[in-house]
T-cell receptor, first 108, second 110 residues
């Protein structure tokens, strides 16, 4: 069975500081990894997926199969980055398994 | 496009009452699912469907029923509400590259 672990429930950083959200997973096959974000009073939405290798809103995430990690990073945090972030893993049958989530607060 | 429409946004139930959370999508996706979101536990899969007429249990199915008579609709039924079902519920529709979520239903069972 698959499992996604986000060790940090809360993360507080100053504006302009780097931010890194940790995500580790366990799955015996080849997973597809995602980061979803939920801004205040908005619905959950896709931030990025490992296959696309994009940088979205300044965020990047690299899949490290050796360490089974998919950490989310941004070099300079902005106040609008304050949100709840979920790491998620998808298996071949389209099921998404989510981590517990990390609440990020960016202080001015 | 409306995407995923979920109703109601808020609901208060008494213990033992039943209700149905509605979910509709207009993207012609085969795969739909229901999650509950609880503090410190993330989103947990309740039930899912891979197409009309096909449903299956997720991680936390007890106390919930689903049906999928059409591609568009995937309602979630609470048979006899319990305080442990107080949560925020999300419906999702899965495309090829990402999941699209409804706005959520905040349910309180007293």
């Amino acid at each position: 069975a698959q499992r996604v672990t986000q060790p940090e429930k809360l993360l507080s950083v100053f504006k302009g500081a780097p931010v890194e959200l940790k995500c580790n997973y366990s799955y015996s096959g080849s997973p597809e990894l995602f980061w979803y974000v939920q801004y205040s009073r908005q619905r959950l939405q896709l931030l990025l997926r490992h296959i696309s290798r994009e940088s979205i809103k300044g965020f990047t995430a690299d899949l490290n199969k050796g360490e089974t990690s998919f950490h989310l990073k941004k070099p300079f945090a902005q106040e609008e980055d304050s949100a709840m972030y979920y790491c998620a893993l998808s298996t071949n049958d389209y099921k998404l398994s989510f981590g517990a989530g990390t609440t990020v607060t960016v202080r001015a | 496009n409306a995407g995923v429409t979920q109703t109601p946004k808020f609901q208060v139930l008494k213990t033992g009452q039943s209700m149905t959370l509605q979910c509709a999508q207009d993207m012609n996706h085969e795969y739909m699912s229901w999650y509950r979101q609880d503090p410190g536990m993330g989103l947990r899969l309740i039930h899912y469907s891979v197409g009309a007429g096909i449903t299956d249990q997720g991680e936390v199915p007890n106390g919930y029923n689903v049906s999928r008579s059409t591609t568009e609709d995937f309602p979630l039924r609470l048979l006899s509400a319990a305080p442990s079902q107080t949560s925020v519920y999300f419906c999702a529709s899965m495309g090829n590259t990402e999941a699209f979520f409804g706005q959520g239903t905040r349910l309180t069972v007293v």
